[in-house]
């Protein structure tokens, strides 16, 4: 009986991770630009954004200027999925779909922590005179207050994010 009784207790101490539904909505417009390579020209996309989640499952939902769906990105523990008009394409992991979808991995797996102003719990970060640096980004947060966010990588090919953010509702 107090072995059912102590099991009981743990149960409801036990903490279980947050159904995506409960998880809230980042959103603003963002843009991606890859400089051009001796190989490949320079190429770039910006796009209204939906995001919700972290970098263990999330989605992320593009969007043009005028509200139609571009794509949308959905992730969890050992898979992602990019929905487009073509349907749906399974990859692995999040680095092989940005990969195939912009032609270069972007660290989707840390946007949403860098979103939010702060570095990725998952990998290594040092901190830099106006934000901090990881994954081999530089992430700038001197506008964070206005609702900016840029991260660079100076790697070739130079990559930049600069996202937009909209007040929460």
Request: charged share 20%.
């Amino acid at each position: 009986m107090a072995y059912a009784i102590a099991s009981l207790l743990l149960a409801g101490c036990a903490t279980r991770p947050p159904d995506m539904a409960e998880m809230p909505w980042t959103s603003g417009r963002l843009s991606v630009r890859v400089a051009a390579t001796a190989d490949v020209p320079a190429r770039s996309v910006s796009a209204a954004f939906d995001l919700r989640g972290n970098g263990e499952r999330g989605e992320l939902r593009l969007s043009t200027s005028l509200g139609t769906l571009m794509a949308s990105a959905r992730w969890a523990p050992g898979q992602a999925v990019l929905t487009t008009s073509d349907g749906d394409t399974r990859y692995d992991d999040l680095d092989s779909l940005s990969r195939e979808a912009l032609g270069e991995a972007l660290p989707l797996q840390a946007l949403p922590d860098w979103l939010a102003g702060r570095p990725w719990p998952g990998a290594p970060s040092q901190p830099a005179a106006d934000g901090f640096e990881q994954l081999g980004w530089r992430i700038s947060l001197a506008r964070f207050g206005e609702g900016w966010v840029d991260a660079e990588r100076a790697a070739p090919p130079r990559v930049s994010v600069r996202a937009r953010l909209e007040p929460a509702r």
